[in-house]
């Protein structure tokens, strides 16, 4: 089974200052996606940005980039001019590509980020 | 905006008991799991449901398990006889048809916090 690994628990960020979470992944496989989901406090989980392994740029949504880098297998999440509303739970999730039976994802144990006003 | 709901929020029951918990996904979407968290564990993949059948389960979703969709619209899950360490949380979560799939997002419903005494 794939494993996805976020080696940082938590995390805590100043106001409008910049964090990075980490996230790496082992596969054998070629085509995969990769996604970072946010879930605040007794709120769902939403999807804040994916990655399509087969694409070398990496994917921005506003304040949200990713770091991915195929052959060390490792996806981070760099937060920009972080806001209050950005502190949640982030976690880290893989899926095989288009293959049969491609259904789930493996996420990773997740990081709590502190937002300090 | 469309969401995942899913009932109850937080159900308690002792050990041996039968416990059905509820997702209602959103409309158009065709691909449905459940997913689990053991409290300070990584999210779990349980089941995919597609068609009126299960496509996908992982060794978790034993016997104890299992899912129905009775009326097109509610998405079930039930645990026939509770073990204490079926303690968790457990997440519903819906994809739409394959074209507008996004690379694979899930949308995720709030989750159904089970208590095993």
């Known amino acids: 089974a794939q494993t996805v690994t976020q080696s940082q628990p938590e995390m805590s960020v100043q106001e409008a200052e910049t964090v990075t979470l980490s996230c790496t992944y082992d596969t054998s496989e070629s085509d995969y996606y990769l996604f970072w989901y946010k879930q605040p406090p007794s709120r769902q989980m939403i999807l804040v940005i994916r990655?399509?392994?087969?694409?070398?740029q990496n994917a921005t949504e506003n304040r949200f980039s990713v770091n991915f880098q195929k052959a060390a297998k490792s996806f981070s999440l760099k937060i920009s001019d972080s806001q209050l509303g950005d502190a949640a739970m982030y976690f880290c999730?893989?899926?095989?590509?288009?293959?049969?039976?491609?259904?789930?994802?493996?996420f990773g144990t997740g990081t709590r980020l502190t937002v300090i006003p | 905006e469309p969401e995942v709901t899913q009932t109850p929020s937080h159900q308690v029951t002792q050990m041996g008991q039968e416990v059905i918990l509820r997702c209602v996904p959103i409309?158009?979407?065709?691909?449905f799991y459940w997913y689990r968290q053991i409290l300070g564990q990584k999210v779990e993949f349980l089941v995919s449901f597609y068609n009126n059948e299960i496509s996908e389960k992982s060794e978790i979703f034993d016997d104890q398990f299992s899912v129905e969709r009775p009326d097109g619209s509610n998405f079930t899950l039930k645990i026939r006889s509770t073990k204490l360490e079926d303690s968790a949380m457990y997440f519903c979560?819906?994809?739409?048809?394959?074209?507008?799939?996004?690379?694979?997002?899930?949308?995720f419903g709030e989750g159904s916090r089970l208590t095993v005494l």
């Open positions: 979560a819906s994809r739409p048809p394959t074209g507008l799939a996004l690379s694979g997002e899930l949308f």
């Open positions: 990655q399509e392994a087969y694409k070398q």
């Open positions: 409309s158009n979407h065709l691909y």
């Open positions: 999730a893989y899926r095989h590509g288009a293959k049969a039976g491609a259904n789930n994802l493996f």
